[in-house]
């Protein structure tokens, strides 16, 4: 199963009902794919929700720094 790690903003973000941002996310691990639904970690390493992604694992990695570029819909994230 794959998990985002996000940052203290994202997860912020997140409680208001936000999309998941790249450049919210610290690391991605896991090989998931486009689609799949990953679970979403806090920087205390709580699992936070889950979210079904539009990026596979590669790209979340490759796209970290990106500012427009979304990981997660608002409408396909559930937090915990």
């Given at each position: 199963a794959g998990q985002?790690?996000?940052d203290?903003?994202?997860e912020k973000a997140l409680q208001q009902r936000k999309s998941l941002l790249t450049i919210g996310?610290?690391?991605?691990?896991g090989a998931f794919t486009a689609g799949?639904?990953?679970q979403l970690m806090n920087e205390a390493n709580e699992?936070?929700?889950v979210?079904?992604?539009k990026l596979d694992c590669n790209e979340?990695?490759?796209?970290i720094q990106q500012k427009n570029s979304i990981a997660a819909h608002a409408?396909?994230?559930v937090l915990f």
């Open positions: 985002i790690l996000v203290a903003g994202a996310i610290k690391k991605a691990t799949e639904v990953v699992i936070i929700g979210a079904k992604v979340v990695n490759n796209q409408n396909d994230i």
